[in-house]
């Protein structure tokens, strides 16, 4: 079956401080890659995604790249602030023969505290 | 636009009682799909509805049920509560695509 393995938390880094969170999955096909942010009594917001091999997501200065090689998605920020503290999780999910998607397998989850 | 709502946002239920959550998926969506998320963990996929039928079924017993209404909305059921079944339930619609979007949930407490 799928998985998602992500980095364990939590993860705590001074503001403007570089940021990776690694994040490796097993399928079976050819899964689209997905981070999704949660935070503190809110539900998950969709951040960035990548649909096929090589693509690079990005969204408000986050950034990971679908690497089929290593199995990998990594999330990247260049300079953190302390607004970014949440949980971060790394998903994926497959075609169906619907032409829509599987439901998202999800990781652990990621807590990022940043500190000013 | 309003997006994915969800009713109640908290509830407190017995043992062995019976429960019902509601899912509005955002305009335009015809998918949605219900999550399980547990404290401190990910989400763990329950089921997924599309065209009212029970598209795709994850890892849960047959007490966890659901319907989608001809608008698209969608409940989700459970039977015979466990103490176990306390978590945050979670909703997500999309247009019969990758990009799913999630409501803000509803806390269950089984005591």
């Known amino acids: 079956g799928n998985s998602v393995t992500q980095m364990e938390g939590p993860v705590t880094l001074s503001e403007e401080a570089f940021l990776t969170i690694n994040c490796t999955y097993t399928?079976?096909?050819?899964?689209?890659l997905f981070w999704y942010v949660q935070y503190p009594g809110e539900g998950l917001q969709l951040l960035l995604k990548?649909?096929?091999?090589?693509d690079k997501g990005s969204n408000k200065g986050f950034e990971a790249t679908y690497r089929k090689e290593t199995t990998s998605f990594h999330l990247e920020k260049g300079s953190v602030q302390v607004s970014d503290s949440a949980v971060y999780f790394c998903a994926l999910s497959e075609p169906n023969s619907g032409g829509g998607a599987d439901g998202l397998t999800f990781g652990k989850g990621t807590h990022l505290i940043i500190q000013p | 636009d309003a997006g994915v709502t969800q009713s109640p946002t908290h509830l407190i239920k017995t043992r062995g009682q019976q429960v019902t959550l509601r899912c509005s998926p955002k305009s335009g969506h015809d998918t949605v799909s219900w999550y399980q998320q547990a404290l401190g963990q990910g989400p763990q996929f329950i089921f997924q509805y599309y065209e009212e039928e029970e598209r795709q079924r994850g890892n849960f017993p047959d007490r966890f049920s659901g319907h989608q209404f001809p608008n698209y909305s969608s409940e989700l059921n459970v039977n015979a509560l466990l103490l176990g079944d306390s978590a945050l339930y979670l909703c997500?619609?999309?247009?019969?695509?990758?990009?799913?979007?999630f409501g803000p949930g509803t806390r269950l407490t089984v005591t």
């Open positions: 990548a649909t096929k091999a090589d």
């Open positions: 399928a079976t096909g050819y899964p689209s």
């Open positions: 997500a619609s999309s247009p019969n695509s990758y990009e799913q979007y």
